[in-house]
């Protein structure tokens, strides 16, 4: 007997979601399987951190088909402390990037084979904060918020410097600029999903110029 419990693919298609970013908007989706259980004695429940939405209007956070095929949707709490985040993910693959700190989240599922015995199994989630892209000003460059992203590293966050208006795009234009730090975020949410986490929402801090590239 056991429960399984499996991610959407990834947009690669070599690793499953198992991962999601408090960022506000993103969930987890995650499909459970009940082999050699009675699919009507399966609970699953509350996480400890997040919440996993109701899946049907009698408040039940798990139900299983007569074949033991279900779904969970989890939501992340709407930030994580740094004392929850205490495991280390290799997101990024670019020289000078900031390790990504996650918490591990069990999910705790009770049931009954289908001799009638009870049994108890886990799996587990991830939750990771968003990271935090930091914009520099008019004659700025990668090294103007270099002590500022130590600071963040130091706190568990995942800081991104990048570097505008001097060089990486066609245009010194405001919009080429914008542009530029949208490619910058489309990176972030490729290094993400292949870590199989998912990212729908990142964070700013800008300065100045900075703040037109991110409004615009």
């Not at 299983?64 to 929850?84: H, I, K, Q, T």
């Not at 993910?89 to 015995?117: M, N, Q, T």
């Amino acid at each position: 007997p056991r429960i399984e419990v499996r991610g959407e693919p990834a947009p690669d298609g070599d690793v499953q979601f198992l991962g999601v970013a408090a960022d506000g908007v993103s969930s987890l989706a995650l499909s459970v399987t009940a082999v050699g259980i009675s699919p009507e004695t399966v609970r699953v429940s509350p996480p400890r951190l997040g919440e996993l939405a109701e899946q049907s209007p009698l408040g039940f956070l798990l139900v299983l088909d007569s074949a033991g095929r279900g779904r969970l949707e989890y939501r992340p709490p709407a930030y994580v402390e740094e004392r929850e985040l205490a495991r280390s993910l290799p997101v990024h693959r670019y020289e000078g990037a900031s390790p990504v700190w996650c918490a591990a989240i069990p999910l705790e599922f009770e049931y009954e084979d289908v001799e009638g015995k009870p049994g108890r199994s886990r799996a587990e989630i991830l939750i990771v904060r968003p990271p935090v892209m930091l914009v520099h000003g008019f004659l700025g460059n990668v090294t103007t918020w270099s002590r500022f992203a130590e600071h963040l590293q130091g706190r568990k966050f995942d800081a991104v410097l990048g570097e505008y208006f001097t060089r990486g795009a066609k245009s010194d234009s405001i919009p080429a600029q914008s542009k530029l730090l949208g490619d910058y975020i489309a990176g972030q949410v490729r290094d993400y999903a292949r870590a199989g986490i998912v990212l729908g929402r990142v964070d700013v801090v800008a300065h100045s110029m900075g703040g037109l590239i991110w409004r615009y």
